[in-house]
T-cell receptor, first 120, second 116 residues
Framework: AQKVTQAQTEISVVEKEDVTLDCVYE???????LFWYKQPPSGELVFLIR??????QNEISGRYSWNFQKSTSSFNFTITASQVVDSAVYFC?????????????????FGQGTILTVHP | GAVVSQHPSRVICKSGTSVKIECRSL??????MFWYRQFPKKSLMLMAT?????????EQGVEKDKFLINHASLTLSTLTVTSAHPEDSSFYIC????????????FGPGTRLTVT
């Protein structure tokens, strides 16, 4: 069974601080995908990144960066110089890669989410 | 990017009535759509996987007779909450998977259901 753990329930920072959101996952699959989503108060999920299990390169996109460590089954997300608009719930998620005849391909297992509050 | 819509965005209904929620992929064909449920301040839990032209696959613990899913076309899946009860009040989110070879999934904006 797949499992995603986001141990940090809530994080509060002051604007311009850097913040790292942790994500640890469990899976028996050798090929899988990892995701991060942002859910602002409006409720709509905003896609941030997808990472294939074979690609362990870290990625940077503006103020966002992701650190994928397969050896520790972690996929952490860092926001640099946080802003008030970054306040939201952030979810880490895992899905299996395509499997021949599989009916569950694509379904996401979400972590519990981390509520990030950035104060001015 | 791909767009997925949900209708209605909010609905209030009385106990015992049924409510239908639509999920549409607006600019791509989705052979598979997923329905998730989210309680306040909680994570998203997959309810079922909806495949076009076949029966939905429900997750353990989800009552298929209560949550009816129909995926009649490549752009539309519907979730009907039958005989709604207050405990069915929740945020329901659908997602659509684009293509069969890629694991790109796009989420709808969600539907907030309140059963009184």
């Amino acid at each position: 069974a797949q499992k995603v753990t986001q141990a940090q329930t809530e994080i509060s920072v002051v604007e311009k601080e850097d913040v790292t959101l942790d994500c640890v996952y469990e899976t028996r699959d050798t090929t899988y995908y990892l995701f991060w989503y942002k859910q602002p108060p409006s409720g709509e999920l905003v896609f941030l990144i997808r990472r294939n299990s074979f690609d362990e390169q870290n990625e940077i996109s503006g103020r966002y960066s992701w650190n994928f460590q397969k050896s520790t089954s972690s996929f952490n997300f860092t926001i640099t110089a946080s802003q008030v608009v970054d306040s939201a719930v952030y979810f880490c998620a895992l899905s299996e890669a395509k499997r021949a005849g599989g009916t569950s391909y694509g379904k996401l297992t979400f972590g519990q989410g981390t509520i990030l509050t950035v104060h001015p | 990017g791909a767009v997925v819509s949900q209708h209605p965005s909010r609905v209030i209904c009385k106990s015992g009535t049924s409510v239908k929620i639509e999920c549409r992929s607006l600019d791509f064909q989705a052979t598979t759509m997923f329905w998730y449920r989210q309680f306040p301040k909680k994570s998203l839990m997959l309810m079922a996987t909806s495949n076009e032209g076949s029966k939905a696959t429900y997750e353990q613990g989800v009552e298929k007779d209560k949550f009816l899913i129909n995926h009649a076309s490549l752009t539309l899946s519907t979730l009907t909450v039958t005989s709604a009860h207050p405990e069915d009040s929740s945020f329901y989110i659908c997602s659509a998977r684009r293509g069969t070879g890629r694991n790109e999934q796009y989420f709808g904006p969600g539907t907030r259901l309140t059963v009184t």
